[in-house]
């Protein structure tokens, strides 16, 4: 899971590298059709202005930075998270192991008692 600052920076970052790819200087060995790619996708790719406001109204989406202390706490919410989920997993293949050993479709099959 993405905290928000880490999608920020991500955007960034792409941002950058798409802006590279478009300049010759930078990156030479690019294809003229790569650049032009580049240059369509950034053509109304989000902005530095795009961001603050998407902050402003989603932070729970975008955040240029986290207070420390709560994205701490984010992410043992996350890490929790993600433990519950492997761990229901776990439980739903136990499950579907049992159903197969039982069978109910067998009709010789008779509960043990």
Not at 28 to 38: L, M, N, Q, S
């Given at each position: 899971m993405?905290?928000?600052d880490e999608r920020y920076r991500s955007i960034m970052q792409a941002r950058r590298l798409l802006q590279e790819l478009c300049d010759p200087k930078l990156t030479?060995?690019?294809?003229?059709?790569?650049?032009?790619?580049?240059r369509g996708a950034l053509r109304h790719y989000?902005?530095?202005f795009d961001l603050q406001q998407l902050e402003q109204f989603a932070p729970h989406i975008v955040q240029q930075r986290m207070e420390p202390l709560y994205k701490m706490i984010k992410q043992h919410e996350m890490a929790d998270s993600v433990s519950k989920d492997y761990a229901a997993e776990g439980m739903i293949k136990q499950h579907d192991s049992a159903a197969k050993k039982i069978n109910l479709d067998d009709p010789n099959w008779e509960p043990n008692l």
């Open positions: 993405t905290l928000p030479p060995r690019v294809a003229a059709g790569i650049r032009d790619r580049a989000p902005g530095e």
